[in-house]
């Protein structure tokens, strides 16, 4: 079945700097990855996905790249801003379409 | 608040006794998840249901777990006989899934967090 590792496990980067997160993934099946943001308390927010027909996306301050090849994604968000301080997790689709989650990053952005 | 929407918010229950969870997912989406998520890890996926049929289960999930969607909208989970280590936050998303060839974003809900005493 589909399994998905996150690196690094805890994050901390100045505001303004920014913050690269990555994942890999074992199914080569997969071909929808979503990033979901969890504030203390409060449900999964998704904030961007891609999918296999693309390598980039890019939302504003938030881009997400995809290596097919390589089984990896990454999380990239510039110009960080405290409120971007959370839990990020990244998820890869498994071939019986259920989500499988890393287990997190939480990303700490310092003023 | 037309989100995805889950009650109670919070339970308490002792060991051994059973705790019923109500989904009500965005009422256009198909698709039903349950997922399971303890401190410092990622949703960790129970089941799901395409309307009401019950499409896939987690090889994970005790016999003690059922999930039903009965009108293929709102979804209860069923814990019975409660243990110390079911205590989690029990997360439902909801997806509109069209055609069958990609998969569908998942929303979800704020999730009903179970302490077992």
């Known amino acids: 079945g589909e399994n998905v590792e996150q690196h690094p496990s805890t994050l901390s980067v100045q505001e303004g700097d920014s913050a690269v997160i990555k994942c890999t993934y074992s199914d080569s099946a997969s071909n929808y990855f979503p990033w979901y943001k969890q504030e203390l308390g409060k449900r999964p927010q998704l904030i961007i996905d891609?999918?296999?027909?693309?390598g980039e996306k890019k939302d504003q301050r938030i881009a997400v790249t995809l290596n097919k090849t390589a089984k990896h994604f990454s999380l990239h968000i510039t110009e960080t801003q405290p409120e971007d301080s959370a839990v990020y997790f990244c998820a890869a689709n498994a071939s019986n379409n259920d989500m499988r989650f890393g287990a997190g990053t939480r990303l700490t952005v310092k003023p | 608040d037309t989100g995805v929407s889950q009650d109670p918010r919070h339970k308490i229950t002792k060991r051994g006794q059973n705790v019923t969870f109500r989904c009500d997912p965005i009422?256009?989406?198909?698709?039903l998840y349950w997922y399971r998520q303890t401190l410092g890890q990622g949703p960790e996926f129970l089941t799901y249901?395409?309307?009401?049929?019950?499409?896939?289960k987690s090889r994970l999930l005790s016999d003690r777990f059922s999930a039903e969607r009965p009108k293929g909208s709102f979804s209860t989970l069923e814990i019975q006989r409660t243990e110390q280590g079911d205590s989690a936050m029990y997360l439902c998303?909801?997806?509109?899934?069209?055609?069958?060839?990609?998969?569908?974003?998942?929303?979800f809900g704020p999730g009903t967090r179970l302490t077992v005493l």
């Open positions: 009422s256009e989406h198909n698709r």
């Open positions: 249901f395409q309307n009401e049929a019950q499409l896939e």
């Open positions: 998303a909801s997806s509109l899934q069209i055609g069958t060839s990609s998969t569908d974003t998942q929303y």
């Open positions: 891609i999918r296999s027909n693309v």
